[in-house]
Nanobody
């Protein structure tokens, strides 16, 4: 059974940077798309960034120019480099992986941007 393991969350001051990573392990094959979602308290989960197997990317408007998504197909990992972080980026960030037969979610990692 496959699973996603996330790392890299934490507390950072406004203007700072964090790098999130997500590794897909177990029986996860034929990955089409990998991405990150986030959910702030009292709000719906929203798409932050996605990247396809062909390296096509898509970003939430509010993070364009600040966040960069990348993936390592050989290692089945996806990263989210977050720069110029703002308090409104505070949320639980979830890794998402879509394969030809199933969608997987990570357990979530907390990102808090505060002075």
């Amino acid at each position: 059974q496959g699973q996603l393991v996330e790392s890299g969350g934490g507390l950072v001051q406004p203007g700072g940077s964090l790098r999130l990573s997500c590794a897909a392990s177990g029986s996860i094959f034929s990955i089409y798309m990998m991405g990150w979602y986030r959910q702030a308290p009292g709000k719906q989960r929203e798409l932050v960034a996605t990247i396809t197997s062909g390296d096509s990317t898509n970003y939430l408007d509010s993070v364009k120019g600040r966040f960069t998504i990348s993936r390592d197909n050989a290692k089945n990992t996806v990263h989210l480099q977050m720069n110029s972080l703002k308090p409104e980026d505070t949320a639980v960030y979830y890794c998402n992986v879509i394969t030809s037969i199933k969608t997987y979610w990570g357990q979530g990692t907390q990102v808090t941007v505060s002075s």
